[in-house]
């Protein structure tokens, strides 16, 4: 019985893996827009997703608006377009921030980039704030 129930366990996490592989390699073979990854809203200007800035680290990159900044906490709260590269949906969200970010130019209604990188504990921080429309 233990036997059986290994096999099916090994068979299962083999299925799993395969397909995690080939969403993979469809990804990157096909980018789609913010504008089309919300619906194609009129009010969202069509251009390609941006990609992880390290490779083979836990990263992605999203529009989003600021609602409030704590300096002290180190922490922001966002209203954060959809984020394809990990799955999430657009929404409203509080984050922590690296030591590296200067909070100072950070101010509530700003529309921003944020990079976010998914630290060692699994809970995702913001490593890069800049003005919407700027290159990273």
Request: proline share 8%; no cysteine.
């Given at each position: 019985m233990f036997r059986q129930t290994t096999r099916r366990l090994a068979l299962a996490a083999a299925?799993?893996?395969q397909a995690a592989c080939a969403n993979q390699q469809a990804m990157a073979v096909s980018r789609p827009t913010v504008a089309e990854d919300m619906?194609?809203?009129?009010?969202?200007?069509?251009?390609?997703?941006p990609l992880p800035?390290?490779?083979?680290?836990?990263?992605?990159?999203?529009?989003a608006v600021v609602n409030a900044v704590d300096p002290a906490k180190r922490t922001m709260n966002v209203s954060h377009e959809p984020i394809p590269a990990i799955g999430w949906p657009a929404m409203t969200m509080d984050f922590a921030v690296a030591p590296s970010v200067d909070l100072t130019a950070v101010k509530?209604?700003?529309?921003?980039?944020?990079?976010?990188?998914?630290g060692k504990n699994g809970i995702y921080e913001v490593h890069g704030v800049q003005p919407a429309g700027k290159a990273r």
């Open positions: 299925v799993l893996a619906g194609a809203s009129s009010r969202v200007p069509k251009r390609p997703l800035v390290h490779d083979g680290r836990a990263d992605a990159h999203a529009m509530p209604g700003s529309r921003v980039n944020i990079a976010i990188e998914k």
